[in-house]
């Protein structure tokens, strides 16, 4: 299985702040990258898949980059509803896996 | 729209079996692979498995093959997630979530999800 590796595993940030959170692959897997949102309580939502392509209805200040092993999840100003746990998944090799989840918390 | 609806909670005994639903509407259930994620308390979130409902053809997890059963009915548009022997580690949200593209087309990301059933087992 490929394994991802989140970091961090939470970080804590204020409203209009720039959060980066970064996603490494145990091995290459060119763009076959997706990242979610889970607020607690609810289900997960897809945000960015193919690594960098925005998924209908996602707000612009949310940007996916990377290829190959290391991928970075940005949030360009932090908003009071973007508080929540990211996961990033691998679409490359079956069984999908995804990352461990990083929590973003308010300062 | 396209939803997906999971059945209620559940609170079952070790060695119970049990069999929890996925109702799809809004779009065609027979072209989208639906997938099945555990989330255990405080908990990542780990993919179990697949089944396109055309053909059922159903991939598992390693971590899941022979733990649990997927299956499809394209009839009632309705995927199910089933155990014949559950475990207290069992315990957990398991959600359904439908392929974001049809059939083989693009890459195996999901969304949307259903919202999640609570599975309880305990003595």
């Known amino acids: 299985d490929i394994q991802m590796t989140q970091s961090p595993s939470s970080v804590s940030a204020s409203v209009g702040d720039r959060v980066t959170i970064t996603c490494r692959a145990s091995?290459?897997?060119?763009?076959?990258l997706a990242w979610y949102q889970q607020k607690p309580g609810r289900a997960p939502q897809l945000l960015i898949f193919?690594?960098?392509t925005l998924q209908s209805g996602v707000p612009s200040r949310f940007s996916g980059s990377g290829s190959g092993t290391d991928f970075t999840l940005t949030i360009s100003s932090l908003q009071p509803e973007d508080f929540a746990t990211y996961y990033c998944?691998?679409?490359?090799?079956?069984?999908?896996?995804f990352g461990q989840g990083t929590k973003v918390e308010v300062k | 729209e396209v939803q997906l609806v999971q059945s209620g909670a559940e609170v079952k005994k070790p060695g119970e079996s049990l069999k929890i639903s996925c109702k799809a509407s809004?779009?065609?259930?027979?072209?989208?692979?639906i997938g099945w994620v555990r989330q255990m308390p405080g908990k990542g979130l780990e993919w179990m498995g697949n089944?396109?409902?055309?053909?059922?053809?159903?991939r598992y997890s390693p971590s899941f093959q022979g733990q649990v059963t997927i299956s499809a009915d394209k009839s009632v548009t309705t995927a199910y997630l089933q155990w014949y022997s559950l475990k207290a580690s069992d315990t957990a949200m398991y959600y359904c979530?439908?392929?974001?593209?049809?059939?083989?087309?693009?890459?195996?990301?999901?969304?949307?999800w259903g919202q999640g059933t609570l599975v309880i087992v305990s003595s």
């Open positions: 979530a439908r392929r974001l593209s049809p059939a083989a087309a693009g890459g195996d990301w999901f969304d949307p």
């Open positions: 809004g779009y065609s259930f027979s072209n989208y692979w």
């Open positions: 089944i396109y409902p055309g053909d059922s053809d159903t």
């Open positions: 091995q290459g897997m060119s763009n076959w």
């Open positions: 193919a690594a960098y």
């Open positions: 998944q691998q679409a490359s090799s079956f069984p999908w896996t």
